[in-house]
C-alpha cells in the first residue's frame, strides 16, 4: 500500500534529525510494508488515508511552532547521547526521558483506549517520528560535544555550505544525494532518497537478506529489548562513521569534510534509514495487533553492561516531563 504526497504535505527541510526529508523517507518505507490490518488501526486513530509523511515531522515542527513553548518538555525524548559509544539505559536515560524511553512509552499509550483520541495521535506521530531518531547516529550521538551540534564544519558538498556535524547528518548527506536526482516540480525530493533505499530493500536488493536480522532481537525479545538494540547499534554507527574522515581519523571543529567524506557515508544513512523503516514497520505491526501493551512486553536480556535496562516505562504525564526538562 503507497501513498502519493504532495509537495505542500512536506514543509521546507531544516536541520532537525534528518530533517523533514529523512522522516519522510521512513514514514514512507514502513506504509508501504506494513500489514492491511495495521493500516486499518492506524486509520481508526488518524483517519482514513491519512498518510504516515503527513505527520513524520510533527514531533519537530511543534516544537518550533507558535506554541513551542507548550512542547519543550518534549526536546529530550529527540536524542540520546552517550559518553562511551555504548547505550546502556539505566545510565543514558534516566526517568526514561531519551529517544528509547519515549518510543517504549508512547508504543504503550498508542494502544491505550483509554486514553483520548487526541493523545493516542499524538503517541503515534511520535512513534512515527521517534524510530527515525533512533536511527540518526547523531541523535545518540556523544555527550560532550551535543551529537555533534559543537563540531562545525566546511562541506565539499550540498552546496559547500558551513554549518555542523549534527546537521551535517540530520539533511546535508540527503540533499547532496537528492540534488543529483530529477523530479517532477509537484513531486518532493525526498521520494528520490525513498525510491533508492526502497529498490534495495526489494527482493535481490542489497538490503533484502538483512531484513529479518533487523528485526530478530524483537521477535526474541519483545519491543523494549529491541528498542535498546536498535540506539546502541546507532551510537556505534556514529562513532565508526560519523565522527570519523573515510581515513579513520576524528573530525574536529573547523574540519574540512570533501566529497569523500559523502561518498564514504551516504550508503551508511541510506542503510541506516532502511533499518528506521523495517523497524517502524516492525513495531506498528506488533503494538497495533493487541490493545494490550503487554503483548510487546517479553523476557528481557542484560544488556551489554551486565545490567537489566529499566522497564518501567508506562504513561508519563507530561507535566513530569516538562518538569525533568526544567530542572
Excluded at 487526541?118 to 551535543?146: C, W, Y
Excluded at 552546496?159 to 537528492?178: K, P
Excluded at 567524506?261 to 514497520?281: D, F, P, S
Aim: glycine share 8%; net charge negative.
Amino acid at each position: 500500500m503507497r501513498f502519493l504526497v504532495s509537495a505542500a504535505a512536506i514543509g521546507v527541510p531544516v536541520a532537525l534529525a534528518w530533517g523533514s526529508d529523512g522522516h519522510a523517507v521512513v514514514a514512507q518505507l514502513s506504509q508501504g510494508r506494513i500489514k492491511d490490518e495495521t493500516q486499518d488501526a492506524i486509520d481508526d486513530i488518524m483517519g482514513k488515508g491519512v498518510p504516515m509523511t503527513n505527520y513524520s515531522s510533527w514531533a519537530d515542527d511543534v516544537k518550533y511552532g507558535p506554541d513551542g513553548y507548550k512542547w519543550k518538555w518534549s526536546s529530550p525524548l529527540h536524542y540520546a547521547d552517550t559518553p562511551d559509544c555504548h547505550f546502556n539505559y539505566a545510565r543514558d536515560c534516566k526517568n526514561d526521558v531519551c529517544v528509547a524511553g519515549g518510543l517504549k512509552n508512547y508504543s504503550r499509550r498508542v494502544v491505550d483506549e483509554s486514553l483520548p483520541l487526541e493523545q493516542r495521535q499524538e503517541a503515534l506521530k511520535f512513534i512515527v517520528h521517534f524510530v527515525g531518531d533512533a536511527h540518526q547516529p547523531l541523535h545518540v550521538g556523544r555527550t560532550k560535544d551535543r551529537g555533534g551540534n559543537n563540531i562545525d564544519v566546511d562541506l565539499g558538498f550540498a552546496r559547500h555550505q558551513h554549518t555542523n556535524l549534527h546537521s551535517t547528518w540530520d539533511s546535508a548527506l540527503l540533499y547532496e544525494l537528492q540534488g543529483r536526482g530529477h523530479r517532477a516540480p509537484s513531486e518532493p525530493y525526498w521520494t528520490i532518497t525513498e525510491e533508492a533505499v526502497s529498490d534495495e530493500l526489494d527482493k535481490g536488493g542489497r538490503y533484502a537478506s538483512d531484513v529479518e536480522e533487523w528485526i530478530e532481537d524483537c521477535e526474541k525479545y519483545g519491543l523494549d529489548a529491541c528498542i535498546d538494540k536498535w540506539v546502541d547499534e546507532t551510537a556505534k554507527a556514529a562513532c565508526d562513521y560519523s565522527y570519523k574522515h573515510v581515513n579513520g581519523s576524528a573530525v574536529r571543529d573547523n574540519d574540512y569534510l570533501p566529497m569523500d567524506y559523502y561518498n564514504g557515508r551516504i550508503e551508511v544513512a541510506k542503510e541506516q534509514l532502511a533499518k528506521a523503516g523495517v523497524r517502524l514497520t516492525w513495531l506498528l505491526n506488533n503494538v497495533t495487533a493487541s490493545s494490550s501493551a503487554s503483548t510487546t512486553a517479553a523476557p528481557t536480556p542484560n544488556d551489554a553492561h551486565g545490567r537489566t535496562p529499566s522497564l518501567a516505562v508506562t504513561v508519563l504525564p507530561l507535566f513530569v516531563l516538562y518538569l525533568l526538562s526544567v530542572l
